[in-house]
């Protein structure tokens, strides 16, 4: 089951792949569909009703299936069994050709693979941080100058109040940010926030630290060019909006930026990355490792499915992988690769992540402890519509607090 189609070199990346692999193991007959083509919808939610029924039937339809830590949970809901990966999936932990062509941070204290029942499901190809995408042709014509690195969060509300001023005569209105349903973009953006707050901030109940958070979102709504946004729009319709010079910023993730090159080849002048904004200097930097697919434990193609896993850990896939994608890899590398080095979205990254502590993503970790900020989550919006106030959020939250 493939991942990646119509994301541009990820799912050429995916095609090469299983050409290379077919050419060196004719001895294996291949069938293959991109999980887009072959579920009602490319969702998590979709994979793991398949992989469920699967399981709950003993009929393996797909003995390589789409997995990633969301679809392991979902199915875990489904089954209502966190362990049932153990039981039904192959654990490549004690395969030297899998484990251990990992970056070797990944697995200590178990810090990724607890979100897939603490096996390793297979190689953690896809790596990703989290990122303002910003257009610079529309800042300039903005007479702003965005600020790559540390934005701070009156950046953010200044470069809003400039397009309510902008927005006052323009034939055509340009909001902050284009917001799609289900981006999760302003639960990143208050996670950002929050963790940038000072270490007594944090601490306790971190109430301090939240206040502050919702605080910068009922300012943002009192901008026209922050309440007006819809939520409503897909993700085609988001990135329509901002490459017609629409929205300033798309936050999101690295690999969105794949999405956008798919889309639109030529789109040096209207994407560049910047800085998720914070309150000070920004200590950490959020992002993800994630694997990508899963091999059917009482699959009858069992060990073709594990040689195709193995050949997907070696390390110049990996070089591709970040080559085609200009994202890291959880994969290692096996040699320096100027080309990669000198992309602007990797010159990004690589800045990003010196000297800077890693914090996995919000929705990786959710599930597990959320961060005392996702209690407030649900009033995001309506703060940003000004229907409600962050003194009214906190005291709604601590009324439904156990005591």
């Not at 999405?259 to 800085?275: C, E, G, H, V």
């Not at 959320?370 to 519509?385: D, E, K, Q, V, W």
């Given at each position: 089951m493939g991942h990646w189609k119509g994301e541009g070199l990820r799912e050429q990346l995916v095609r090469e792949v299983l050409e290379d692999f077919s050419f060196l193991n004719q001895d294996i007959q291949i069938e293959f569909a991109f999980a887009a083509d072959v579920l009602p919808e490319k969702s998590p939610a979709a994979a793991a009703e398949l992989i469920a029924r699967m399981v709950r039937t003993g009929t393996i339809e797909w003995d390589v299936v789409w997995l990633d830590a969301t679809i392991y949970r979902r199915v875990a809901k489904l089954l209502d069994d966190p362990g049932w990966g153990a039981k039904h999936l192959v654990d490549f932990?004690?395969?030297?050709?899998?484990?251990?062509?990992?970056?070797?941070?990944?697995?200590?204290?178990?810090?990724?693979?607890?979100?897939?029942?603490?096996?390793?499901?297979?190689?953690?190809?896809?790596?990703f941080f989290y990122l303002m995408i910003y257009n610079p042709s529309l800042a300039q014509?903005?007479?702003?100058?965005?600020?790559?690195?540390?934005?701070?969060?009156a950046d953010l509300l200044g470069y809003a109040r400039r397009l309510d001023e902008y927005n006052r005569t323009?034939?055509?209105p340009v909001d902050l940010l284009a917001l799609f349903a289900n981006s999760g973009s302003l639960q990143r953006l208050a996670y950002n926030l929050f963790l940038s707050c000072p270490p007594e901030e944090l601490a306790g109940n971190a109430e301090p630290a939240i206040a502050r958070v919702l605080q910068t979102f009922e300012q943002l709504g009192r901008c026209e060019s922050v309440r007006g946004m819809d939520v409503t729009r897909d993700w085609e319709a988001a990135s329509r909006m901002f490459m017609a010079d629409r929205a300033l910023f798309i936050a999101d993730a690295t690999?969105?930026?794949?999405?956008?090159?798919?889309?639109?080849?030529?789109?040096?002048?209207?994407?560049?990355?910047?800085?998720?904004?914070?309150?000070?200097?920004?200590?950490?930097?959020?992002?993800?490792?994630i694997p990508t697919w899963a091999v059917m434990k009482n699959s009858p193609a069992r060990a073709a499915g594990i040689r195709l896993m193995e050949f997907w850990s070696r390390p110049e896939i990996a070089e591709k992988w970040e080559r085609y994608t200009k994202n890291p890899s959880g994969l290692r590398g096996g040699v320096y690769d100027p080309e990669y080095r000198q992309d602007a979205l990797a010159i990004y990254q690589r800045r990003l992540s010196r000297g800077r502590t890693f914090r996995p993503d919000l929705f990786l970790e959710q599930d597990e402890v959320?961060?005392?900020?996702?209690?407030?989550?649900?009033?995001?919006?309506?703060?940003?519509?000004q229907e409600t106030t962050a003194a009214e959020a906190m005291q709604t939250v601590a009324r439904t607090k156990p005591r």
């Open positions: 932990f004690g395969n030297p050709a899998v484990e251990q062509a990992h970056k070797p941070f990944l697995f200590q204290e178990n810090t990724h693979c607890r979100n897939t029942g603490s096996i390793l499901t297979g190689p953690y190809i896809e790596g014509r903005l007479g702003l100058e965005i600020r790559e690195e540390e934005m701070t969060a323009a034939a055509e690999w969105r930026c794949n999405m956008l090159t798919a889309a639109y080849p030529d789109i040096s002048r209207k994407a560049a990355p910047a800085q998720m904004p914070g309150f000070g200097p920004q200590r950490y930097c959020i992002g993800g490792f959320p961060p005392p900020i996702m209690a407030y989550s649900a009033f995001l919006l309506p703060l940003l519509r």
